[in-house]
């Protein structure tokens, strides 16, 4: 597969004895958009942190848009560069306005005018619906609206490929729908998205392919329609009973 | 109202508490005033703050003004306070940089440098700050006598008797390279503010820390040299029983710095080590993934929030500092508490003598609390 934008091959990690992930295979195709859900302590989070070496794997490989993940800082750098993440927590810089959140990087790291750094950056704020807030401290704004500055923030390095990880999880309901719009929004315009959630709606309705996790391993993965309608292993049915039916 | 709505009333009741509080204390202090009084007048004591203009007659061989033993008790105090604002001053400096050095160094993933930092911030934490003065001060007087003592390439020497350094000796033109000094230190603010321009308007980042600390050091080491070096330096001598010129710092004073310095430096390492600790994780991890290096990170994120938490705890260890150095007595450096005890013991003003021990030590440390609280306020965190 030459024309997948990540390719992981026999991948294993371990936080210390605990084996987190085992022999993951995955390759992901460029504008795919892929849901990763499993109980918690299967290894999902992991997996998506291991493609911005967030965490450090030991076996196997991880190839980003052709470069693979070493110990090379060089290489590292320039995959975090084309690789956003979204965090359950937010993780704004709450010493910082929304406008200087969305502006540090592009100006430190990708070098650009401030005031080409700040168009650009109101232009993804209004994308995600808040470009009156700009000048407020994360502090004074909602959870929902931190979420979206979070995804903005992201965007404003121009990635090739978007992690999210569980980034509904910590909200309240109201708040998830305004968030998992912008995510709709952002999926409809082509870029690359591996989302780690429960929000099976989301799932079905953006999806290339949902990955079902369990114990460090893939169990099964397969079209969305396909997932729900029909799994394959008892697991995934046992799973997907509990999350669906409350 | 009724009475018995008055207890259940909680501001009045806050007001009726402060008014007995303060009749309290009114009446101690009336009790040690008048006992005070008392027994002065018994043992026949003229109180007052007339002794300070009456002769000292004894030498301070530490001063930093004009003193000799003709001089008056008052300028003495001046002679102790300067002593004390002088080891202070150079102990916060030198307890600042350890400190911010090995608290981050104690969170390397380097696992010799955290453990030696780590053993250095649990001993001298838990020594008492008296014995490591009065070790430091055995280091220096262990020495090698002046006759054997260690030279740096015949410049720098260490002996028993402290430590003597070349003394710089003014002459015509030297001035010239103050005004090199203040031209570094312009061109560099100007540089400064220049860059953060470009960068603004063109994106790219200039080296200003680098180009200033060679502008700043650089540009008057020219000038000296263009001038046809106007600064002469006294280098000291090894003579027949002593060092002949140069500037000579006491054992006591370097025993002293060394050891409030270390002390200090390491309850300020754990205070920044706190501080830094206290910014979550995912601030490095949200910094990371947008692409921005650890030393970037460092400077853009996690230090600007840290601060909030270290600069109060850094103010108490100042203070402490500052007043650890009156246990200088012990050993004889001359700072206020050692002259004030002279004074003491030739005068018997003794309530006097404390009295402005303590209004001196209050003083510094009004003063440093306002600063470290404007420049905290400064830094707060906007929330709602």
Same mark, same amino acid.
């Given at each position: 597969?030459?024309?997948?934008?990540?390719?992981?091959?026999?991948?294993?990690?371990?936080? *210390?004895?605990?084996?987190?992930? !085992?022999? /993951? #295979?995955?390759?992901?195709?460029? $504008? &795919?958009?892929?849901? =990763?859900?499993?109980?918690?302590?299967? *290894?999902?989070?992991?997996?998506? !942190?291991? /493609? #911005?070496?967030?965490?450090?794997? $030991? &076996?196997?490989?991880? =190839?980003?848009?052709?470069?693979?993940?070493?110990?090379?800082?060089?290489?590292?750098?320039?995959?975090?560069?084309?690789?956003?993440?979204?965090?359950?927590?937010?993780?704004?810089?709450?010493?910082?306005?929304?406008?200087?959140?969305?502006?540090?990087?592009?100006?430190?790291?990708?070098?650009?005018?401030?005031?080409?750094?700040?168009?650009?950056?109101?232009?993804?704020?209004?994308?995600?619906?808040?470009?009156?807030?700009?000048?407020?401290?994360?502090?004074?704004?909602?959870?929902?609206?931190?979420?979206?500055?979070?995804?903005?923030?992201?965007?404003?390095?121009?990635?090739?490929?978007?992690?999210?990880?569980?980034?509904?999880?910590?909200?309240?309901?109201?708040?998830?729908?305004?968030?998992?719009?912008?995510?709709?929004?952002?999926?409809?315009?082509?870029?690359?998205?591996?989302?780690?959630?429960?929000?099976?709606?989301?799932?079905?309705?953006?999806?290339?392919?949902?990955?079902?996790?369990?114990?460090?391993?893939?169990?099964?993965?397969?079209?969305?329609?396909?997932?729900?309608?029909?799994?394959?292993?008892?697991?995934?049915?046992?799973?997907?009973?509990?999350?669906?039916?409350? | 109202?009724?009475?018995?709505?008055?207890?259940?009333?909680?501001?009045?009741?806050?007001?009726?508490?402060?008014?007995?509080?303060?009749?309290?204390?009114?009446?101690?202090?009336?009790?040690?005033?008048?006992?005070?009084?008392?027994?002065?007048?018994?043992?026949?004591?003229?109180?007052?703050?007339?002794?300070?203009?009456?002769?000292?007659?004894?030498?301070?061989?530490?001063?930093?003004?004009?003193?000799?033993?003709?001089?008056?008790?008052?300028?003495?105090?001046?002679?102790?306070?300067?002593?004390?604002?002088?080891?202070?001053?150079?102990?916060?400096?030198?307890?600042?940089?350890?400190?911010?050095?090995?608290?981050?160094?104690?969170?390397?993933?380097?696992?010799?440098?955290?453990?030696?930092?780590?053993?250095?911030?649990?001993?001298?934490?838990?020594?008492?700050?008296?014995?490591?003065?009065?070790?430091?001060?055995?280091?220096?007087?262990?020495?090698?006598?002046?006759?054997?003592?260690?030279?740096?390439?015949?410049?720098?020497?260490?002996?028993?008797?402290?430590?003597?350094?070349?003394?710089?000796?003014?002459?015509?033109?030297?001035?010239?390279?103050?005004?090199?000094?203040?031209?570094?230190?312009?061109?560099?603010?100007?540089?400064?503010?220049?860059?953060?321009?470009?960068?603004?308007?063109?994106?790219?980042?200039?080296?200003?820390?680098?180009?200033?600390?060679?502008?700043?050091?650089?540009?008057?080491?020219?000038?000296?040299?263009?001038?046809?070096?106007?600064?002469?330096?006294?280098?000291?001598?090894?003579?027949?029983?002593?060092?002949?010129?140069?500037?000579?710092?006491?054992?006591?004073?370097?025993?002293?710095?060394?050891?409030?310095?270390?002390?200090?430096?390491?309850?300020?390492?754990?205070?920044?080590?706190?501080?830094?600790?206290?910014?979550?994780?995912?601030?490095?991890?949200?910094?990371?993934?947008?692409?921005?290096?650890?030393?970037?990170?460092?400077?853009?994120?996690?230090?600007?929030?840290?601060?909030?938490?270290?600069?109060?705890?850094?103010?108490?260890?100042?203070?402490?500092?500052?007043?650890?150095?009156?246990?200088?007595?012990?050993?004889?450096?001359?700072?206020?508490?050692?002259?004030?005890?002279?004074?003491?013991?030739?005068?018997?003003?003794?309530?006097?003598?404390?009295?402005?021990?303590?209004?001196?030590?209050?003083?510094?440390?009004?003063?440093?609390?306002?600063?470290?609280?404007?420049?905290?306020?400064?830094?707060?965190?906007?929330?709602?």
């Amino acid at each position: 597969m030459s024309d997948s934008i990540i390719s992981i091959s026999g991948l294993n990690k371990w936080f *210390g004895e605990f084996h987190v992930l !085992r022999d /993951i #295979n995955l390759d992901v195709a460029s $504008q &795919e958009r892929i849901v =990763i859900c499993g109980p918690s302590g299967s *290894g999902k989070s992991t997996l998506i !942190r291991c /493609i #911005n070496r967030l965490e450090e794997h $030991q &076996e196997g490989s991880i =190839i980003v848009d052709g470069t693979e993940l070493s110990h090379d800082i060089k290489d590292i750098d320039s995959i975090r560069r084309e690789v956003g993440m979204v965090f359950q927590q937010f993780n704004l810089f709450p010493h910082l306005t929304v406008l200087e959140n969305c502006t540090l990087a592009p100006i430190w790291v990708r070098k650009l005018p401030r005031e080409e750094a700040e168009t650009q950056a109101m232009g993804y704020l209004e994308r995600v619906r808040i470009p009156d807030q700009a000048n407020k401290y994360p502090g004074q704004l909602s959870g929902g609206q931190q979420q979206r500055v979070a995804i903005a923030r992201s965007l404003c390095m121009h990635p090739k490929i978007m992690l999210f990880d569980e980034p509904t999880s910590a909200l309240d309901p109201e708040m998830i729908k305004e968030v998992l719009e912008v995510m709709v929004d952002l999926a409809q315009s082509g870029m690359t998205m591996l989302v780690v959630t429960h929000e099976m709606g989301f799932a079905s309705q953006v999806a290339d392919r949902v990955i079902f996790m369990d114990d460090g391993q893939i169990v099964e993965e397969n079209i969305p329609s396909e997932f729900f309608e029909n799994p394959r292993s008892d697991r995934t049915k046992l799973f997907l009973g509990q999350i669906l039916s409350h | 109202m009724r009475v018995q709505r008055i207890w259940t009333d909680e501001r009045a009741r806050g007001v009726i508490l402060q008014l007995l509080l303060i009749l309290a204390l009114l009446l101690v202090l009336a009790f040690i005033v008048s006992n005070t009084v008392a027994n002065l007048q018994r043992a026949g004591l003229a109180s007052g703050y007339g002794f300070l203009g009456s002769t000292a007659s004894f030498d301070i061989n530490q001063r930093l003004i004009q003193y000799d033993s003709t001089s008056t008790y008052g300028r003495a105090f001046v002679v102790g306070g300067l002593n004390t604002i002088l080891v202070a001053c150079l102990g916060i400096l030198a307890a600042t940089i350890i400190g911010f050095v090995a608290g981050v160094m104690r969170l390397s993933r380097n696992f010799f440098i955290s453990r030696i930092v780590g053993a250095y911030v649990e001993f001298t934490r838990n020594v008492p700050l008296l014995i490591q003065i009065i070790f430091w001060w055995v280091v220096i007087l262990a020495l090698p006598k002046v006759r054997d003592g260690i030279s740096f390439g015949d410049t720098l020497f260490l002996n028993n008797r402290g430590v003597r350094l070349p003394a710089p000796i003014i002459e015509d033109g030297a001035g010239i390279i103050l005004v090199a000094l203040a031209l570094g230190i312009a061109i560099t603010w100007q540089i400064a503010r220049r860059a953060r321009k470009r960068q603004d308007e063109t994106g790219q980042i200039f080296p200003v820390v680098r180009t200033g600390f060679a502008l700043i050091i650089g540009l008057p080491l020219v000038t000296y040299f263009l001038a046809g070096s106007p600064i002469d330096f006294d280098i000291p001598v090894a003579g027949k029983f002593n060092l002949k010129g140069g500037f000579n710092i006491t054992p006591e004073l370097v025993a002293l710095w060394v050891a409030l310095s270390t002390y200090t430096g390491a309850f300020i390492a754990e205070v920044v080590r706190a501080g830094i600790l206290s910014v979550g994780k995912g601030q490095t991890e949200a910094s990371g993934a947008l692409g921005l290096r650890p030393g970037l990170t460092m400077r853009k994120i996690i230090l600007p929030q840290a601060l909030r938490v270290i600069i109060p705890p850094l103010t108490s260890q100042y203070l402490n500092l500052t007043k650890n150095s009156s246990l200088a007595v012990a050993i004889g450096y001359q700072d206020i508490v050692s002259i004030g005890d002279t004074i003491m013991n030739q005068s018997g003003q003794a309530l006097e003598v404390i009295s402005i021990y303590m209004l001196f030590y209050l003083t510094i440390s009004v003063l440093t609390s306002l600063f470290m609280n404007w420049y905290n306020a400064r830094i707060a965190l906007v929330e709602r």
